[in-house]
């Protein structure tokens, strides 16, 4: 079994900027902690994040403009910068997967089980995990290092995920026990 971190979203856009959530903001100390455990055990990172084109992408009839590719809001939180050997990926739709590298990138490292952080938990964590389960992964979700808008969005998301893909649902001191 050869495993990766995909952080999903963790960028000034969700954090502080258009969608500034105090809800996101807590679980940074513990993405944070689940990447320098990872670069110690030598287990790939990649990231994930939304780089949308300001005149193009249909997500703007849904949202307010956030992430616009080359701006600050798109930029990963100054706390989780990747770090050289990390891999980054830029998407424009909900999946990490969707039009991007990331299964190529997920072939050519071996690996079969995706642990799933980030943001938003119901919405591009979940598109993210959809993806993965329809490709045949194992999908690992440390709730404490995932967050939706509210408590109760954040709990269906968990409750689909783990129903739906077979997602192990954990925590972040559960998962670094067993690795």
Known sequence: MKTTVVVVDMINDFVTGVFESQRAVKIIPNVKRLLDFARREKIPIIYASDAHLPDVDKEFGVWPLHAVAGTWGAEIIDELRPERGDYTIQKRKYSAF????????????????????????????????????FRGYRIIVPQDCVEASSAQIQRVAIDYMKKVYGSEITSLNELLKKK
């Open 98 to 133: 969707q039009e991007t590298d990331l299964d190529q990138i997920l072939r050519e490292l071996g690996v079969d089980t995706l642990i799933i952080v980030g943001l938003v938990t119901d919405i591009c964590v979940q598109h993210t995990a959809a993806d993965a389960f």
